[in-house]
């Protein structure tokens, strides 16, 4: 099936799933940096199999690529909250349980902790945004700082809390200490979020002077194998199932970049890596499938400071 007959058979949801803004809200300005130029991303609407109606936009001038029409709050708490939506096959969040139980997981955390310890005192205050069941806090309290964090999800919260860890239940928008962290850290979060410039905002107001930030998201759509498997016109349409509507967010690591810039970060480093080991052999075509099509890896990390 060519891509504009897939695109021509995708199933819309019924109308009576998407009346009303807080179904599905179409977005008229870029969410990094603010732009207006948006035109319609139709290969990536068809790559990730978003249905209609929804899609994939990208900004004319920052490159940005985010859904838009998008779920609105409505959706996208039905999504999270049950795991199904209709005309999409089950969204497995148990799957996020497992991927925190990985052991290559829990090496990344330890990895991120060690980048942060190298720059913080010992007993430095740390807020994580997005702790799920507190399992990177955890380890932040193990290695010798105060760590608190932030989560939406009830139930997360309840886990992290049983387990003796700080949590604020609630949005990172409604939390309230100002300049109090030496140091922010959030993964696989801000993909999610609405408003990443709104975040990012945040995440400026809630460091002290001087305070760290080190925030991961994934290369989605613009890493170097995606890049590749278009090229050889050989990329598969995924198969459609909340995980094509789950992030509203497609980063690359210039938007990515300029998210935190904008916003007044002074910008430390932002890199991309592959999450997994592989053998010798494989890493060098990854390296060389990076060194050929651009793009980078499959995660990207920014690595950034307040200024003093």
């Not at 004319?60 to 998008?70: K, V």
Request: proline share 6%.
């Amino acid at each position: 099936m060519n891509q504009d007959s897939a695109q021509a058979s995708v199933r819309s949801l019924p109308a009576s799933r998407i009346q009303g803004e807080s179904r599905v809200v179409a977005v008229d300005r870029c969410p990094v940096c603010h732009g207006a130029g948006l035109r319609p991303a139709k290969f990536y609407t068809w790559y990730l199999n978003v249905g209609e109606p929804f899609g994939v936009a990208e900004c004319g001038h920052c490159g940005h690529l985010f859904l838009s029409p998008r779920p609105g709050p409505d959706l996208v708490g039905t999504l999270y909250r049950t795991g199904v939506l209709e005309g999409y096959p089950e969204y497995v969040l148990k799957s996020y349980t497992r991927r925190l139980k990985d052991s290559f997981v829990e090496m990344g955390y330890v990895r991120d902790i060690r980048t942060l310890q190298t720059r913080l005192a010992r007993g430095a205050n740390i807020l994580e945004i997005g702790c799920s069941s507190g399992e990177f806090m955890a380890l932040a309290v193990r290695a010798g700082h105060a760590a608190c964090g932030v989560e939406a999800d009830p139930d997360a919260c309840a886990k992290a809390r049983a387990a003796g860890l700080n949590v604020f239940c609630g949005t990172i928008e409604e939390y309230a200490p100002v300049g109090q962290y030496d140091a922010v850290y959030s993964s696989h979060v801000i993909e999610h979020l609405e408003s990443p410039v709104l975040v990012a905002g945040k995440i400026f107001d809630l460091l002290k002077p001087g305070g760290w930030l080190l925030a991961e998201v994934p290369n989605q759509l613009a890493n170097a194998y995606v890049r590749r498997d278009r090229w050889l016109r050989r990329l598969p349409q995924r198969v459609r199932s909340g995980w094509s509507i789950h992030h509203l967010h497609f980063f690359s690591p210039a938007t990515f970049r300029r998210l935190f810039a904008d916003r007044g970060f002074e910008i430390t480093w932002v890199k991309t890596f592959d999450q997994n080991p592989v053998s010798l052999l494989r890493r060098a075509i990854r390296w060389t499938t990076r060194l050929t099509f651009g793009g980078g890896a499959t995660l990207i990390q920014v690595l950034a400071r307040r200024p003093a």
